[in-house]
């Protein structure tokens, strides 16, 4: 194989303005990272312990692993901390834990976090401490909770507008921009007693399945802090996995929560469009309705998809905010092996995942076979199609949005927003009519593969979350397994397998790869996995997926798997 | 006033080909045409009673006042096809009323409508003669119905696909397009124990709110054959208040739905999007997603209503239409006059209505007030923007598809098609990025709405469905009382006030009119109302709105207000 220069991808022109960067900009942002170290300075964390930085981003250092062995934190904190949301939840509505006992826990937990991954934009340290403090009087004047998510600390991507705070979405231009109102969607988990302790990194555009802005810098993977957190719920996917905090919530158009809960070996939920609200989030894609954003819960377990979807479709989100379908979160019981049929995508046809994740998906179908799931294999039709859409809808504007929200502070385009940048046909924008053939090709994949999943009597299809088990950062590539998900607008949850990347099983056969790349994707994606050791313990996570509106069901059959796999 | 020539409106560019029209395609159409009367000779009906063609275009001839007195239907004949829908499922299900037969009572009665009032494309005679009798044979055999709607004999707008039959969508260069497959919305109906008996006219380019086409013409109203009978679903509003089909379904982008129901005095509901498939519908709006199209019943009662939208939701259309919405057809009790509290819009603020319209206002208003209800002034907000918005929608691929189906044929233009491409920028192409923004302003409005009438506490809105009872044919122009709804997506109803237009009683007092036009929409319409003579017998109908998804409350609501007006 030649290697292919990423740079030959980038036909679009945009020019960054250095001068203005520096000398407006640059100070507003050593401002915003100085209000983050301060904040970071009240919590008594002893600095001493942490590793440097450049260790994090050459080496392969396990931040969990490094957090379990340094005693930075109390066993108490620690063990606190390590509990799933639904337990949190469970203890305090039992008055065995008070929501400030448990928030102190996770500020501690979470301001470590981000000494090791830098996946924090804003601490909300004095707003937590005080709603905490007033669940816990309103418990005891009561005895009752506010809600099912009664003093959960929980984390939020940062362009969820919120309210009195900066929202910059990962645009240096928002740098000064305050949120005149909370995003729905925080405010009715507030409303069910949520407690927000940080708010998280997106990178630059909002549009990498990788996390790195010119505002904070890039954030890390937990489990391997040189590789990437993924993206661009990247923040949420480190501080969860980290349990920075107890449950967090991110958006998703192409994989932007399904890489990072995948990357960080978590658990997300990208569901139906226009269930959960997206009414005060900043992003250049506002009015793009062909493929639509979604906002959904990052989480340790299945079980916390299932509390977090269902507090807050308790709220009736559709009574605040008109564009929502008003339906409730259905109770849905975890079905039986027996009873499914499950479909197993092993290659898209358009880039050969790699050996760990060609593992997990060995090692997933034999643990549903056991378990008595009829497990076959399920191949995609027309992904090039799905892809090839799928993308020239998100530049269909011709980059008019980003391009504007970019240049307006002049700042320089990381490599990823210029890939993102080229998709489609990059600045050249689409017309309105070609716009609409866009949407009927979008209408004929769904129903085409409905009527499949309805031919071949398949209830859910497994496949994986990426080519790889986690990439570097900087190339993450290939949005093809997760993308598809978001055209066909199908409900779908990430799970860890349970597995790690392993470099001594993990290599690449040459009779398993000896073909000529189909595409120069998967020449590129192939090209990144050159020495298997660089991706050692990276964990191995895959996605599932289910018709449009069956987000119980996909939850559902995702918390059977973490069963089946545990 | 000074009067203003719609031509004036006119700006775009288009050039028929009546060479290739006459040579090549008006053969096809005298074809066409032939088959219509060739099916109508088939059933027996004295032709040497009906009035002559002219007189029905010249005079305020009323249909159903001369069909009572006739003979040409026998008593029987004309009992059974008064009876509304839910009677005659009824009747049918109790074993009282063969299907046979209340198919063969409407077949009749249907053509002699379509003698009158020309609504009919293309009779399903003999389909609806044996569906008929196989099912009545499933009836003798078991006992039971096949469906909610087992034996009723309905009617569709002739866009709707139907499987190996011309489907040509009021286009002449479609003429010879023989449908793949029935419409998914009818195929349902099927499956609930519908029988097709017609398929009905709808103007050229579907994008009027009145019906003629170059293919079989000019569509009368059934209460003045003089005046229009509403668009684009005229025919089957013409049919279905003749009582020419039981039932009917309709589709409405701007009123399509409304107006034929309206000015033929019966019911219509325009259902939220996405609940009824318009899957297998032809238009020239396929992927224009801002403003969407719905399909929805045409009755003759609002409880008729309820039955088809029941019925067709006990089919769970979404497992057959992956764009729609999971949500059933809940039930919903028919409200306490008391517990309600309804808005009146009596002016949108652009073209305020005419004599008889605020005549109905003002009835239903003492009505609702005699029964208990709370009845308020409701002041719509932002119209002007609204309707710009939604104008600029409908033409935002500048007008690309609609002129190539129109130009294939070479067919020239009729006059409300040329005043609908006119509509926004007309021939200019929206950018996708205008298109975007268009996104946002709709979303902003429906969320607006949404606020005002929760701080208001308002349940429902009742406004006019035109600014007249009912125009002229060919001079149709302001959309704006129906299309507001489309751009809010808010479910509405038509339901007749049970007034007819008076030229004794609704003459335009100079003092309610002694203004300025405020806008040229204003005075063109308010021209169009010189001699109220030319009105006289219309019937006089209003609109019910409520908040998206809450269809099942305003058809309840409907009912409520049939009953009111008893």
Redesign the interface.
Known sequence: MTVIDPQDYYKFEYLDDQDKYEKIYKPKIEKYNQAIQNDMKRIDVDISKLPPPELLDSTNFNSLKFLEESNLLSEKELKLTNLPAYKIVELIADGELTSTEITKAYLKRCVIGNYLLNYACDFLIDQALETAKELDEYYLKTGKTVGPLHGLPMSVKEHYGYKDRITHAGFVSLIDNIAPADQKTTSLSKKAGAVFIVRTAQPQSIMHLDTINNITGRTRNVYNTSLSPGGSSGGEGACVSFSGSALGLGSDIGGSIRTPAAFNGIYGLRPTSLRVSL?GSISGG?????VMGVVGPIAKTAEDLDLYMSAYFDQEP?EV???L???PWKKVGVPNPKDLKIGIIYDDGIVKPLPPVIRGLDFISKKLKESGVNVVKFVPPKTQEAYDTVHHMYT???N??HKKMLSESGEPLLPLTKWFLSFGKGDE?????E??????TR?KL??E??DLLNDLDIDFVISPSYVNSVPKPNQVYYWGYTSLWNILDFPTTVFPTGLFQDPELDIVKKEDYDYQPRSHLEQLEHETYGNPRDFEGSPISLQLSG???RDEEVVAATKLISKILE
């Open positions: 009414a506002a009015g793009q309705e062909s559709w905010d008109s564009l379908v008003p339906l269909c504007d011709g008019y949005m924008a689409l017309s309105v009519k716009n609409r053939e866009l949407n009927g209408n769904r129903q593969y409905t018709r449009r509106y």
